[in-house]
């Protein structure tokens, strides 16, 4: 499997037309309630802002709804997924994230749904740091099929060069995962991964994503590597190669 060429684009965090979570925020001193129904002041935040608010959001959507979670990342189908996090996306109280400030009674947060999957695994991978440590390498497959690929939201080619890299270097996305997003730090663990990037990707397939996207596939396949194993074909022979 080889790559002709692999694009990371930089991008926003917020998308429309995704699951939504509202976030309340505690009452302070004489400052009035906000109404249910809508939001109060504003917040201007920087793109690393929005990328680790969004992040500290997750991590407490998992730590709150943790069986809603699982659920939805272990679906067996698109039907149960959606159920789970249809669940599990509502009102939630999660005070100190980056999201709001002190005007902000209510804020609604918007998740594509691939993205939800990858913030989530990477909370539940944080927290079995001593199994994810344990996954050794395995050799270059000539295929990658996993079943979760069909509920995922992203191209198959994204999801199988994701499952390929989390088989052959899972150490690598521990380590990228383990970044505060938007960093230098992140940036370095994306260059280390840039040989497993072209060997995995599928020949004659350009991969256009933002380093959001690509982070959610690859902690959203280590994920599933470490939760739901599947049978290993035989690896890639130098012949198949060629």
């Known amino acids: 499997m080889t790559a002709l060429r ?72 698109a039907e149960v997924q959606d159920a789970a996090v249809n669940r599990m996306m509502g009102e939630i ?10 005007l902000v009674g209510k804020r609604s947060v918007q998740y594509p749904r691939d993205i939800l999957r990858g913030m989530l695994s990477e909370t539940a991978l944080s927290r079995d740091e001593q199994r994810v440590a344990g996954l050794q390498p395995l050799p270059l497959q000539q295929i990658y099929q996993r079943n979760w690929f069909a509920i995922t939201g992203r191209h198959i080619s994204v999801d199988e060069m994701a499952a390929c890299i989390a088989d052959t270097n899972p150490a690598g996305i521990f380590t990228l995962i383990g970044t505060i997003p938007t960093t230098k730090e992140e940036g370095a663990a994306f260059a280390g991964l840039g040989g497993n990037l072209h060997s995995c990707l599928r020949a004659g397939t350009k991969l256009q994503a933002s380093r959001q996207a690509l982070r959610a596939a690859l902690a959203d396949a280590l994920y599933q590597r470490l939760n739901a194993p599947t049978m290993t074909a035989a690896p890639v022979t130098e012949a198949a190669k060629k």
């Open 6 to 77: 692999v694009i990371i684009l930089a991008c926003g965090l917020i998308a429309a037309s995704a699951p939504v979570a509202a976030q309340d925020q505690p009452e302070t001193g004489t400052r009035l309630a906000a109404p249910k129904s809508r939001n109060l002041g504003s917040v201007a935040m920087t793109s690393k802002d929005q990328a680790v608010g969004a992040k500290r959001f997750a991590e407490c959507l998992y730590n709150r709804k943790g069986s809603l979670a699982r659920q939805a990342l272990l679906a067996p189908t």
């Open 93 to 102: 109280s999660c005070f100190g994230v980056e999201m709001s400030n002190d």
